[in-house]
């Protein structure tokens, strides 16, 4: 099955209504070996890209990962990235923050991480937390230290998106490319997968009392979702809605939206001028006596 990436992109403008988009998809490979092939060809080619991106050292690119507890975030990037040099990469997870970082506006923390020019940075989870779990639990508001007359229904979610868009165009302007995937997971899925990490020892470690408290609040995440994508795909730092019910699946999807981004910024190998040629002929000649 050919990927087509556009199927999974969430068009700019967009109301997005989450049971309209699949969690499960026909697999996009025919058998375990092909998945294998398919998912090194890709490692591959990323692996040759990251390269050239690295040593043109003239764009940065973000990849952005939000899912509910289970989706596969961990699994894909770790698959996925797995050819890339750990010089040009860096992962970042975002968690509870800090007494530091509260005293920071909400874009403050993950702004320091941002990736430089020739590398890549990854996040897992974001700054979108600020408008997912905050909003299902805007308790967490009052930790914020924000001005009494900020939390004021949706005036605060509103804000919110239009300075996470605002920061994304700027970062778009001065050459850093986003884009975001949210592993659309099913809540049936995730359910099987809590009690696989019951039943396997060497996976208990990932599962908590908190993670089922939170399924508890299932349709208010839907419902923060949706209308954060709708908020915030743009056509400079777009969303894509990847079915995740199929870990294998959707790590090749993910893989293919990545290369299309690699693909697209047209780098090549920085060109050696006439004065670089002539220090490079010295050294040679210095080499060979």
Known sequence: MKINTKDFRVQEGKKVTLEKWPTLVTPVYNSK????????????????????HYASNSCAVLLIFQAMDAAGKDGAIRHVMSGVNPQGCQVFSFKHPSAEELDHDFLWRTTRSLPERGRIGIFNRSYYEEVLIVRVHPEILCSQKLPDKLPNGKTVWQDRYRSIVDLENHLYRNNTRIIKFFLHLSEEEQRKRFLARIDDPDKNWKFSLNDIKERKFWKQYMQAYEDCLSATSTAASPWYVVPADDKKSARLIISEIILELFNGLKMTYPKCGAKRRRELDLIRNTLVK
């Open 33 to 52: 070996k092909d998945y294998k092939d398919i998912l090194q060809k890709q490692v591959e080619e990323l692996s040759a890209l990251q390269r050239i």
